[in-house]
């Protein structure tokens, strides 16, 4: 799951979609400086994550693009899968994906000060973009991993991945849904975890 999927699954709480959002950038050791509520979000963020690579509906779809780009299927599904939460956004909430979005920013901008610096530096070009909602749209998809590409030092070229979409959208669309709706189930009755 990528940005958009993990604030979504924050619901309304900001503390919870402000840790959820910034969990890749915080360290273990850092979890104590934050707020219970960030702390939960960063829980909630790692529990998703946790969840998500163990699933057999997620490997279905990172062995379709494994032949081509070896280890990176499991970022490049995390994008997808935003991909198909964006596009089918009115399945999922009764806000528009814009309004959510606008809102989104928001919250984020108005926590600005506990964001990890990692985070306060691409959060403006985020919103600049447009990121979430661009994430409707297959230019948004491939802008996003030619991005994450560019930034690693293995250029691993994964807007390429585009491509297998466009050819198994279907079957990637089916196994976002079966998998989306059995995270959401695991986490309406998910016990909160402490570390």
């Given at each position: ?18 840790g ?87 919250v ?21 973009g ?66």
């Open positions: 799951m990528n940005y958009l999927a993990h604030l979504f699954l924050s619901g309304d709480n900001e503390e919870l979609m402000v959820n959002f910034i969990a890749d950038s915080v360290r273990g050791s850092d979890l104590a400086s934050f707020s219970e509520g960030v702390q939960q979000g960063i829980r909630l963020h790692r529990e998703i994550d946790s969840y998500t690579d163990k699933h057999p509906v997620v490997a279905e779809s990172k062995n379709r693009l494994r032949p081509e780009f070896g280890k990176w299927p499991p970022v490049i599904v995390d994008v997808f899968y935003d991909h198909f939460l964006a596009a089918g956004w009115t399945n999922y909430s009764d806000e528009s994906l814009k309004d959510y979005s606008k809102r989104v920013y928001g984020l901008k108005t926590h600005k000060k506990i964001l990890p610096e990692r985070v306060r530096g691409f959060l403006p070009y985020m919103i600049w447009n990121w979430l909602v661009g994430y409707s749209k297959l230019a948004g998809i491939e802008q996003t991993l030619r991005g994450m590409s560019s930034r690693s030092r293995f250029k691993p070229e994964m807007h390429r991945a585009v491509a297998v979409l466009r050819t198994q959208y279907d079957g990637f669309q089916d196994e976002f849904e079966r998998f989306f709706a059995e995270l959401r189930e695991h986490l309406r009755t998910r016990t909160p975890q402490k570390d």
